[in-house]
């Protein structure tokens, strides 16, 4: 199992990226995906996750209002759309999978079952 994270980089504050999490290796539609984000010095946190078909999405307060996650099952892709980005947005971003789509856990790091390598997201003041 495989998944790639892309499109991090350096922004001002206010600009905007997107994310993209290529999953291979695996039944993409199965799985929940989630976005966790780590920033220097800090634990792991999450960001937002995805029901399997998209019906459902899971927003962590600070991504709501100006993060939108989607995912295309047909391309085995999840996205993280990213606008208004702050500074303490500044963190490596990593995708996960999650089998096991159980509501209460969707927050939890150990919840998921498989990891994307990180992309880097810097935002400058």
């Known amino acids: 199992v495989q998944l790639q994270a892309s499109g991090g980089g350096l922004v001002q504050a206010g600009d905007s990226l997107r994310l993209s999490c290529a999953a291979s290796?695996?039944?993409?539609?199965?799985?929940?995906m989630g976005w966790f984000r780590q920033a220097p010095g800090k634990e792991r946190e999450f960001v937002v996750a995805?029901?399997?078909?998209?019906?459902?999405?899971w927003y962590e307060d600070s991504a709501k209002g100006r993060f939108t996650i989607s995912r295309d099952n047909a391309k085995n892709t999840v996205y993280l759309q990213m606008n208004s980005l702050k500074p303490e947005d500044t963190a490596v971003y990593y995708c996960?999978?999650?089998?096991?789509?159980?509501?209460?856990?969707?927050?939890?790091?150990?919840?998921?079952?498989?990891w994307g390598q990180g992309t880097l997201v810097t935002v400058s003041s």
């Open positions: 996960a999978a999650d089998s096991g789509a159980i509501i209460s856990t969707l927050r939890h790091a150990a919840a998921y079952d498989y």
């Open positions: 290796g695996l039944t993409f539609s199965r799985y929940v």
């Open positions: 995805i029901a399997r078909r998209g019906g459902s999405t």
